[in-house]
Every structure is written in structure tokens, then in C-alpha cells.
């Protein structure tokens, strides 16, 4: 065979010049101890704080604490799949969720992977995003003026959420604090017809950790019956889940939410709920030998709320032209996180943490809902610290002294129980109350619209109904806005549009009062 030097010189000078080094570095370590979720690692001397860690079988981790000698690892799988001695590898990038509109109208877990049943989810690389990712700063703010309708009179009326706002919802177990998220996403189909397309259509992300499966079943089963999942995101780490994926869940659906509010959309994000966050979390940071505090809970669980409470933001028109993490300017994400309290004690640690970090809260109370008064709204005790720049002119008109009016009652009520002889001025500021109280009742999963909210409040503070029967109110209700509805359609439109009651439509209520009144007379 004839070897021509030449010919072999230019074959080599090809694959040399053709060649492709494909070779990366990668930190490799091995599992000391592994136990109850926890791993702890040795070798990896070049791992970052929260980066994703691949353990044989399958099994992926969370680097959470960087040691010394070793890195302690939580686990998010099977933990039995992993033992003493197993090779453990870095993977250069911080645990990420999927996002986009790929995951609306879908149920996934805390690291996005779908558990409906209706296959992968159409995503590419680009739309992982970190889960832990820095707020934004006050610059690429504006200040909360825009209302988040949740379609419930009480709320709407007198504790009045914002988009960008952040309001607590807490109360003890039972009280119907889900029931309220559940009907605030189901009002949010009149943003823009349910179409997640609609850039006006503002999209809900229902976060559960801790929850029973069958409660999140429940809960998805609710919103398709209301047409509500095509613009909403299921995040769900139930009971049966590991404390890690309980924990990170809030995480994952903040970084979700995020992607549409950079994109200039709203988003409003319920944590159902924080109490439970924070169980798992205290499990996951005892087991990694972080030291125990108040209640204890470590010493960081005020750190572990704040910095996901605080990413929720109304962005300012130009907040793309300050940061190009952003797409679009005005976008909103709102945060109603839920604590749930032992005996309605809110001043044990959890609750007043996360009352110090948001903007207000909701307080719904055992007493008022056993007593029949559904939502069970203390009106006392919750507060909305956006107030009336989150109404519209015409709720903040006729609602105003709805407040006053219903904190009066309450006193007057316990006063009254004496059965001393009460004065005319006292017996009608029972009567208003009493009134008011029975209007601002509503059935669950039956949101009402803001024009029509604004029309039955107009009913009960006007004075209208101190002399009809309040047993028969409810009634009244739905007889009243069915009538406007059908003889002055113009009413409820005029409020829309011109965001106030002018005298002419008062003229036409006061006239529609009378009217429906002596229906139920005759």
C-alpha cells in the first residue's frame, strides 16, 4: 500500500480544522449522609446557592447550605433512590420553572412538571426563569392606583385591593378563606372575557402548599365549572409532598406570574398558605442543623416572606427603558397571600410577619361565620392600606361611610344587649347596621359585578330600606338588580363608563327602590 504524506497531511489539517471540543467542566461530588430529605454532600467545591443538583436514579436536589466541608442538599424526589456514597452532580444553573402561556389552564407541581394528565407542557429552553429573582426597586414603580375587583361587596366596598398590592387574607381554618380566592379569580373573567389572548384579562396563579389533593381537586373542578382555568395557573405541592417542593411551590408560581407582569400584563397570585410555607420550610432548615428561634421557627423565616412578598409590583410605564428585564412597562403582579391562625390569635409569630410585610389585611372571623354573616369580613380589624385610590370615584363615593357606619353598629349592637331604653338616633343606627350587615351577605362562587355592587350599596346607605323587612333583603337584592337590568340597562352602563353615580341615575334607583318595594307589600 502506497502512503502519500501529502494526502495524510491534508485529511489531518480537515479534522483539525473540523474539530469540535464538546468537553465541559463539571463539579462532581459524593453523598456522606442522606436522611429524612436531606442529603449532605461532599466535593463540590464550586457549587452555588440554590443550583440544581443531579443525583443518580433520577433524583434532583437544591443546594441550600453552602458548608465548609460539605453542602447541605435538599431533595426533591423519591429520597429513597438515593444512598451513602452516590455520585452527585452539579449542573451550573439555579432551580428554574418553566413559564409563559403555555402552563394557563394547566395544573403542574413547584417545579412546573404537569400533573393533569394532558401531556407536556410546549415550552422551550428560553422559558426557564430562576425562581428566586430580585424585586423590582422603587424607580420601576408606581404607585398602586388601579382596583383588582374581587367581585365580593365587603371587600370592594370597604377593604379595596389595588393591582400591585399585596393583602393578607387570615382567619382560622373554616372560615372561608380559599371560598374568597376562589370567587376573586372566577371575577376576573369580566377583565376580559376569560381570554387569556386579551391583553386586558388579567391572569390568576392559585398557589396550594400543604393542602389536600382533594381540596386542590376541588378547587380546579370550581374554576372549570366557571370557565375561570383558560386564564389560570394551578401551582400545587399538596400534603403527600415533600417539605422542599412545599416550600419552593411559592417560589415557582411568583417566577410564573412574573413573566406575564414583565410583559406588561396583570397578574393577580394567591399563596394558599403561608402558615404552611413556613411549616415545611422550618422542617427543611431544622433538618440541615440551621438553628431554631421564636416558636421554633429559624431565625431567617421573616426573610423567607419578605423577599417573596415584596417581588409583588405595579411597574411604572418606563420601567422597560430603566432595566431591559423587562418587555413591556405597567404591568402588575398582586399577591393575596393566606396565614391561618390557631383561635385568631394574630399575634403569634407567622401572622404578624407577613402583617408587616403587606399592604393590609383581610380578617375573617369564626364567630361572624358561624353566626351566618358569609364573607365573615371584620370590618375592625382589616384594613387596606391602598384605601380609596384602588375604587373607582363611584364606590368610593357611595361606600364611603359604609365603614363608619358598620363599626357603629357593632357597638351600639354590644350596648344594646343590655335592654336599656335606646333613643330614636341610636335604634336608627341599629336599624342602618342591621340593613347593611344583610346586603353585604353573599353566596360563595357568585361574584358580583362593580356596577351592580355599587347600586345595592346605594340601596342600604341611602336609607331607602331602614323600613323594609330584613329577613326579606336577599330577596329584594335580586329582584332590584333584575329590574334595573331590564328597565334601565343605562344605569349600570353609565357607571362603567363614567366611573361615577351621577343625580340623574340616583333619581332612576330611588325610583327602581320604590318600585321593587311595593312588589313585595302587594
Do not use: W
Amino acid at each position: 500500500m502506497d502512503l502519500r504524506p501529502a494526502e495524510v497531511t491534508s485529511i489531518l489539517k480537515r479534522e483539525i480544522e473540523n474539530y469540535q471540543g464538546n468537553t465541559k467542566l463539571q463539579g462532581v461530588g459524593t453523598v456522606l449522609t442522606v436522611g429524612d430529605g436531606v442529603a449532605r454532600v461532599y466535593g463540590l467545591d464550586d457549587c452555588m446557592m440554590n443550583e440544581l443538583l443531579e443525583f443518580a436514579g433520577g433524583v434532583r436536589g437544591v443546594a441550600l447550605n453552602l458548608e465548609e466541608d460539605n453542602v447541605g442538599c435538599v431533595l426533591l424526589g423519591d429520597a429513597t433512590k438515593v444512598k451513602e456514597g452516590d455520585r452527585v452532580k452539579t449542573t451550573g444553573r439555579i432551580i428554574s420553572v418553566p413559564t409563559g402561556p403555555a402552563l394557563l389552564g394547566r395544573v403542574v407541581n413547584a417545579l412546573g412538571d404537569p400533573l393533569d394528565g394532558k401531556g407536556p407542557l410546549a415550552v422551550t429552553a428560553s422559558d426557564y426563569l430562576p425562581i428566586e429573582q430580585p424585586a423590582p426597586n422603587v424607580v420601576e414603580r408606581e404607585p398602586v392606583k388601579q382596583p383588582l375587583q374581587t367581585g365580593i361587596k365587603a371587600i370592594d366596598a370597604m377593604i379595596p385591593i389595588g393591582r400591585g398590592q399585596r393583602e393578607l387574607v387570615i382567619g382560622d381554618r373554616q372560615t372561608g378563606k380559599t371560598a374568597l380566592l376562589i370567587d376573586t379569580i372566577i371575577n376576573q373573567k369580566t377583565t376580559g372575557g376569560g381570554d387569556p389572548k386579551n391583553p386586558e384579562q388579567v391572569i390568576c396563579i392559585y398557589v396550594a402548599m400543604g393542602q389536600k389533593q382533594s381540596t386542590v381537586v376541588d378547587v380546579v373542578r370550581r374554576l372549570e365549572l366557571a370557565g375561570a382555568m383558560p386564564y389560570t395557573i394551578v401551582v400545587s405541592a399538596s400534603a403527600t409532598d415533600e417539605a422542599s417542593m412545599q416550600y419552593l411551590a411559592a417560589y415557582g408560581g411568583c417566577t410564573m406570574g412574573e413573566r406575564f407582569r414583565d410583559e406588561g400584563r396583570h397578574v393577580v397570585i394567591m399563596y394558599d398558605d403561608l402558615y404552611k410555607q413556613a411549616l415545611a420550610y422550618r422542617q427543611v432548615m431544622l433538618l440541615l442543623r440551621r438553628p431554631p428561634g421564636r416558636e421554633a421557627f429559624p431565625g431567617d423565616v421573616f426573610n423567607l416572606h419578605s423577599r417573596l412578598l415584596e417581588r409583588a409590583a405595579k411597574l411604572s410605564r418606563d420601567a422597560h427603558k430603566n432595566n431591559p428585564r423587562y418587555k413591556a412597562g405597567g404591568g402588575s403582579l398582586t399577591a393575596l397571600p393566606v396565614v391561618e391562625t390557631q383561635e385568631g390569635d394574630v399575634s403569634a409569630y407567622i401572622p404578624t410577619n407577613v402583617i408587616s410585610i403587606t399592604d393590609g389585611q383581610i380578617f375573617l372571623e369564626s364567630n361572624l361565620f358561624n353566626s351566618g354573616v358569609r364573607p365573615a369580613v371584620n370590618v375592625g380589624v382589616s384594613v387596606s392600606r391602598v384605601g380609596g385610590s384602588a375604587q373607582i370615584p363611584a364606590m368610593k363615593k357611595i361606600a364611603g361611610g359604609l365603614r363608619i357606619n358598620l363599626a357603629q353598629y357593632r357597638e351600639l349592637q354590644a350596648f344594646a344587649q343590655f335592654g336599656s331604653d335606646l333613643d330614636k338616633a341610636t335604634q336608627s343606627a341599629l336599624t342602618r347596621g342591621e340593613k347593611l350587615v344583610e346586603l353585604l351577605k353573599q353566596g360563595q362562587y357568585v361574584p358580583v359585578p362593580v356596577e351592580k355592587q355599587i347600586m345595592v350599596i346605594y340601596a342600604g346607605t341611602s336609607g331607602s330600606l331602614d323600613d323594609f323587612p330584613t329577613k326579606k333583603l336577599a330577596e329584594f337584592e335580586k329582584a332590584f338588580l333584575s329590574y334595573v337590568a331590564d328597565t334601565h340597562p343605562e344605569v349600570g352602563a353609565g357607571i362603567l363608563e363614567t366611573k361615577n353615580v351621577s343625580d340623574a341615575a340616583k333619581a332612576t334607583l330611588d325610583k327602581a327602590i320604590a318600585a321593587v318595594k311595593k312588589q313585595f307589600v302587594s
